[in-house]
């Protein structure tokens, strides 16, 4: 039997239950956080929350890979700078063994232009008195040793009265060469030494035993000549003292009446077109040897050191290829950075082994072109270094500006998706305090209208 229930007891229990009916919802809303459960409740806002999400896992998940690929290029940037500090220290070395260029120098010296008895005479050392000796012989009548009253020559050609005289020397080392001449009617053995000290070829210098010394500014080999020619005024063609004194060399057409090799310095074969060798073949720095391993360890580090500058199975060090993907796209829309190593040595940096001796692909310390080009070929190593630490920083800031902007933007969408579907919970909590309320006034306005049925039993 169906039971009848008044309006007003009706009304109240329809109220009763919306009420609990959206606490219900409410409650749900509060213990998910969300006031979009299911596309039931807002199919639009469902799924574009679960397109964006998608898209922000996907970022996310990217940011591992890109965090590699930084790690990966620091790996390879901080080996830079460790081979650019041995390239540094290599540098040293060469420096070093440059510091003691003047123990290995070719030198040469001649016989001795003054004697005891010149000393024992003129009351000078030997160095003095060859110093001051001419170069020709212009007092034939009388011995060419010097005296108290005359300074003497080393037996050059002999000057006739009215000649004029001109020297001339030649040096060459390695590929430079020096060539002068000037007028030496009265010249010196000092002004010889001082002609052959402009040529920045060699050196020269007389020592306490009266000996001419050539001595190569280099370790290369040095070939030194000198002769000296007269000239007589009065010979057929020869030229005149202004065309002598202007021109400072003879010409072709000048009729020479003596020339000599200038054999008295003690030179063999000094010939002004070839001169006499120089060498410094027997000649080691014990420095500079001692320096040639510690030379080739650092050069040795420098490939270890690259080898060992790899990230989780990558070195860009070693020629590695190295590919950083930016976003979830494919194909032609996927953004991606490449960065394409380089196999780091320390032969392809132009950086070749060491040794003591002259062997084609080596760099022989003991010569000072050697470690001159050396020098060169390390400062080109440093450039090279700069150059590649330039390009893996820009590719680094450009990895890590992606990193942060792809962070960002997996929070941008996130929170996009949450502005959808999350809930506000405290208006949801305001909303089911009200709704307390009203329960209770509902089941209070139910009770009133039981009440009022209950009057009919009064009547009996």
């Given at each position: ?41 807002n ?167 009266g ?25 057929a ?52 040897s ?7 360890d ?10 060992d500058s ?40 132009g ?14 310390f ?67 305090l009200?709704?307390?309320?009203r ?22």
């Open positions: 039997m169906a039971v009848t229930l008044s309006a007003g007891v009706r009304g109240a229990l329809t109220s009763l239950q919306s009420v609990t009916s959206q606490s219900t919802g409410i409650q749900n809303r509060l213990a998910t956080g969300k006031k979009v459960n299911s596309a039931v409740d199919p639009v806002n469902y799924f574009t929350a679960v397109g964006l999400n998608d898209r922000s896992s996907q970022l996310t998940g990217l940011l591992d890979g890109i965090s590699n690929g930084i790690q990966t290029v620091q790996a390879a940037s901080k080996g830079i700078d460790g081979i650019t500090k041995l390239v540094g220290s290599l540098q040293s070395t060469i420096k070093q063994a440059q510091a003691d260029a003047a123990q290995n120098r070719p030198t040469k010296a001649g016989t001795a232009l003054a004697t005891a008895t010149e000393a024992a005479v003129t009351s000078k050392s030997l160095k003095d008195i060859a110093l001051d000796k001419r170069i020709t012989d212009n007092n034939a009548a009388v011995a060419n040793d010097a005296t108290a009253t005359y300074s003497g020559n080393i037996g050059g050609p002999a000057l006739a009265a009215g000649s004029e005289s001109m020297t001339s020397i030649y040096l060459k080392s390695d590929t430079n060469t020096y060539t002068a001449s000037f007028k030496s009617t009265t010249a010196t053995v000092r002004d010889v030494v001082n002609e052959i000290n402009k040529s920045g070829v060699a050196t020269a210098f007389v020592d306490e035993k000996q001419l010394n050539i001595k190569g500014n280099g370790s290369e080999e040095v070939q030194f000549g000198i002769d000296t020619v007269v000239f007589a005024p009065a010979a063609g020869a030229p005149t003292q202004t065309e002598f004194d202007t021109a400072g060399t003879a010409s072709a057409t000048a009729a020479a009446t003596a020339t000599n090799d200038n054999t008295s310095f003690g030179f063999e074969a000094d010939d002004v077109t070839a001169g006499s060798g120089i060498t410094g073949q027997n000649i080691t720095s014990s420095v500079r001692n320096l040639i391993q510690q030379y080739n650092l050069r040795t580090q420098i490939d270890e050191l690259a080898k790899g990230f989780n199975g990558l070195n860009l060090l070693q020629g590695d290829r190295l590919t950083v993907t930016f976003n979830e796209k494919g194909g032609k829309n996927q953004s991606k950075m490449d960065i394409q190593g380089t196999n780091l040595t320390s032969d392809n940096l950086i070749i082994s060491a040794n003591n001796t002259k062997i084609t692909g080596f760099t022989n003991q010569n000072d072109a050697d470690l001159a080009k050396a020098g060169e070929s390390l400062n080109s190593a440093l450039t090279s270094l700069k150059s590649l630490s330039s390009t893996f920083g820009a590719n680094l800031s450009v990895a890590q500006t992606r990193q942060d902007f792809t962070k960002d933007m997996a929070n941008v969408l996130t929170i996009g998706a949450d502005n959808l579907v999350n809930a506000d919970v405290n208006a949801e909590a305001a909303s089911l009200a709704l307390q309320t329960q209770q006034l509902s089941q209070t306005a139910l009770s009133l209208s039981n009440q009022a049925d209950q009057g009919v039993l009064r009547l009996f």
